[in-house]
């Protein structure tokens, strides 16, 4: 079996419009990373409770893809505080309104690991027992979590952005690029490329694929996009919004 029920599109009321900062690829890539992960947790909130209780196969569909997607909000918390914050802190040397953003970006982000590891417990605790209960945990848990992560984007697209956007230049960014390293494996980078591409606007788009490396480029294009369709049908039981 796969998705036990098909639901909307996510282009819908989840997906929140908010006036963007000046663009910028910085801002560009916060954007767009911060609507993929808002959008897959209020997914998986929806889809876990359509699902069967004891049903093995689709419970561990559900829990492994929320393990990515903390994986990767992680990972993104990782270069925004050891790389992004303090090349903008570098670049407005002595900014007390900056420290003072980042302090608060700081506190609510440790709120926001301490729920994923919840998370996590909620997800062992379904693939263990199989009750409706422990689904109910699960589902419950991504809503507050999806909560928690909105509201921490929406402050830091208010009072960071900005600031990226005016102050931290191209080479700079380039730098950060340059040295984060991922460890997603081959098939969760093409997965997470395609969220990232799913409700991106046409600029955001573009400037995300113009960053790949031709090779990844080609591959995204001709097997890549492809396999993202397959792997979001299985587990939503709708095609993506691409």
């Given at each position: 079996?796969?998705?036990?029920?098909?639901?909307?599109?996510?282009?819908?009321?989840?997906?929140?419009?908010?006036?963007?900062?000046?663009?910028?690829?910085?801002?560009?890539?916060?954007?767009?990373?911060?609507?993929?992960?808002?959008?897959?947790?209020?997914?998986?909130?929806?889809?876990?409770?359509?699902?069967?209780?004891?049903?093995?196969?689709?419970?561990?569909?559900?829990?492994?893809?929320?393990?990515?997607?903390?994986?990767?909000?992680?990972?993104?918390?990782?270069?925004?505080?050891?790389?992004?914050?303090?090349?903008?802190?570098?670049?407005?040397?002595?900014?007390?309104?900056?420290?003072?953003?980042?302090?608060?970006?700081?506190?609510?982000?440790?709120?926001?690991?301490?729920?994923?590891?919840?998370?996590?417990?909620?997800?062992?605790?379904?693939?263990?027992?199989?009750?409706?209960?422990?689904?109910?945990?699960?589902?419950?848990?991504?809503?507050?979590?999806?909560?928690?992560?909105d509201a921490q984007t929406a402050e830091e697209e208010r009072t960071l952005h900005p600031l990226l956007a005016a102050h931290l230049d191209a080479e700079a960014w380039?730098?950060?690029?340059?040295?984060?390293?991922?460890?997603?494996?081959?098939?969760?980078?093409?997965?997470?490329?395609?969220?990232?591409?799913?409700?991106?606007?046409?600029?955001?788009?573009?400037?995300?694929?113009?960053?790949?490396?031709?090779?990844?480029?080609?591959?995204?294009?001709?097997?890549?996009?492809?396999?993202?369709?397959?792997?979001?049908?299985?587990?939503?039981?709708?095609?993506?919004?691409?």
């Amino acid at each position: 079996m796969t998705a036990t029920a098909v639901l909307p599109r996510p282009a819908g009321p989840h997906v929140v419009d908010r006036s963007p900062a000046p663009i910028s690829r910085a801002v560009a890539y916060q954007r767009v990373l911060h609507q993929l992960v808002r959008r897959e947790l209020r997914l998986l909130a929806e889809l876990s409770t359509w699902a069967p209780a004891a049903e093995p196969a689709r419970t561990q569909a559900l829990t492994r893809h929320a393990e990515l997607i903390g994986r990767v909000l992680l990972h993104h918390h990782t270069v925004e505080r050891d790389l992004v914050w303090p090349a903008l802190q570098y670049a407005l040397p002595g900014a007390d309104a900056v420290r003072e953003h980042v302090a608060d970006w700081a506190a609510r982000c440790a709120r926001i690991d301490h729920m994923l590891r919840d998370l996590a417990t909620a997800a062992r605790q379904w693939g263990v027992t199989g009750t409706c209960a422990a689904r109910d945990g699960f589902a419950m848990a991504c809503l507050d979590l999806a909560d928690a992560v909105d509201a921490q984007t929406a402050e830091e697209e208010r009072t960071l952005h900005p600031l990226l956007a005016a102050h931290l230049d191209a080479e700079a960014w380039s730098a950060i690029v340059c040295s984060v390293r991922s460890d997603l494996s081959p098939t969760e980078q093409t997965l997470v490329l395609g969220l990232a591409l799913e409700d991106a606007c046409a600029g955001d788009r573009a400037r995300l694929l113009s960053g790949l490396p031709l090779v990844r480029r080609l591959a995204w294009r001709t097997v890549g996009s492809g396999r993202f369709r397959a792997a979001v049908v299985r587990l939503r039981g709708a095609p993506p919004a691409l």
